[in-house]
């Protein structure tokens, strides 16, 4: 399975962006997926997740002003980010297939490469 990460870039404070995550193999729709961040100088932290099923779960801090939702018809995860912050500025990783913890990035055994998202204030 191979993911790719796309729809970063430069937004101002209080905008919003779409991230998508196009997942190859046709095992997709059985698939948990998870959004992840990675901000200059900390941590790979986790930001959302979203079952086979549909059920959904956030970062707390991030519960309102992110959504994570899937399209299985497209093979495509997507990540709508509202009124974004600059510390929302981060590497936002996709990342598929999780067998434990779906906050524990070691869960997952398939990671996209990585869009940019950069808020400026």
């Known amino acids: 399975v191979q993911l790719q990460a796309s729809g970063g870039g430069l937004v101002q404070a209080g905008g919003s962006l779409r991230l998508s995550c196009l997942a190859s193999g046709r095992t997709f729709s059985r698939e948990s997926m998870a959004w992840f961040r990675q901000a200059p100088g900390n941590e790979r932290e986790f930001v959302a997740f979203?079952?086979?099923?549909?059920?959904?779960y956030y970062a707390e801090p991030l519960k309102g002003r992110f959504t994570v939702s899937r399209d299985n018809a497209k093979n495509t995860v997507y990540l709508q980010m509202n009124s974004l912050k600059p510390e929302d500025t981060a590497v936002y990783y996709c990342?598929?297939?999780?067998?434990?913890?779906?906050?524990?990035?070691?869960?997952?055994?398939?990671w996209g490469q990585g869009t940019q998202v950069t808020v400026s204030s």
């Open positions: 990342a598929g297939h999780v067998t434990g913890s779906a906050v524990y990035i070691p869960s997952y055994a398939y």
């Open positions: 979203v079952s086979a099923a549909g059920t959904t």
